[in-house]
T-cell receptor, first 113, second 117 residues
Framework: AQSVTQLGSHVSVSEGALVLLRCNYSSSVPPYLFWYVQYPNQGLQLLLKYTTGATLVKGINGFEAEFKKSETSFHLTKPSAHMSDAAEYFCAVGGGSSYKLIFGSGTRLLVRP | NAGVMQNPRHLVRRRGQEARLRCSPMKGHSHVYWYRQLPEEGLKFMVYLQKENIIDESGMPKERFSAEFPKEGPSILRIQQVVRGDSAAYFC???????????????FGQGTRLTVV
């Protein structure tokens, strides 16, 4: 069985500040991990993914995430927030023979000017 | 290469009516997935289809909901006798042929927002 927990339904940062969105997962098989971004009334866009190999994954728009097996975490970071980063972010887990993605409940990022 | 196309983008139905949501996968993709997003929640898996086959419908409500992916044409998610609780965003995703693609190459449409009044 797999599950995802995103800590903090809302995160607020100042423009230029570090963005840190937390994701912890549970998986009985080696996980595939994903971060998606959703802008208002839009679909989901893949930011980055981890399947195997390097544990530090770089994605689009300056985001990156690190897979830490010992902590069962896959936190999303960006060194400097931009106003355009304001959106909802979803962490998801898949893997093994499962084709399903299990999503967290999302974190809404607010960027203050 | 067009992305996953869903229509309509917004759909309003009265209680008791039928809702039909359509999804055209990306070109070359033969696997389609439907997810539902309730307000303030993440996406929940509903059903996984290949052409003319339902592979996994474990996330579908037992009644009133059905899905198909015919040999020709888009995938259809059908909700009969809609109720207020069906109001949600319904997302379709597609992946390429190899079947394990869902884990690495899921492309989502922009969703259909269903409102039941």
């Amino acid at each position: 069985a797999q599950s995802v927990t995103q800590l903090g339904s809302h995160v607020s940062v100042s423009e230029g500040a570090l963005v840190l969105l937390r994701c912890n997962y549970s998986s009985s098989v080696p996980p595939y991990l994903f971060w998606y971004v959703q802008y208002p009334n839009q679909g989901l866009q893949l930011l980055l993914k981890y399947t195997t190999g390097a544990t530090l994954v770089k994605g689009i728009n300056g985001f990156e995430a690190e897979f830490k097996k010992s902590e069962t975490s896959f936190h999303l970071t960006k060194p400097s927030a931009h106003m355009s980063d304001a959106a909802e972010y979803f962490c998801a887990v898949g893997g093994g023979s499962s084709y399903k993605l299990i999503f967290g409940s999302g974190t809404r990022l607010l960027v203050r000017p | 290469n067009a992305g996953v196309m869903q229509n309509p983008r917004h759909l309003v139905r009265r209680r008791g009516q039928e809702a039909r949501l359509r999804c055209s996968p990306m070109k070359g993709h033969s696997h389609v997935y439907w997810y539902r997003q309730l307000p303030e929640e993440g996406l929940k898996f509903m059903v996984y289809l290949q052409k003319e086959n339902i592979i996994d419908e474990s996330g579908m409500p037992k009644e009133r909901f059905s899905a198909e992916f015919p040999k020709e044409g888009p995938s259809i998610l059908r909700i009969q006798q809609v109720v207020r609780g069906d109001s949600a965003a319904y997302f379709c995703a597609s992946s390429p042929l190899d079947g394990t693609g869902m884990n690495t190459e899921a492309f989502f449409g922009q969703g259909t927002r269903l409102t039941v009044v």
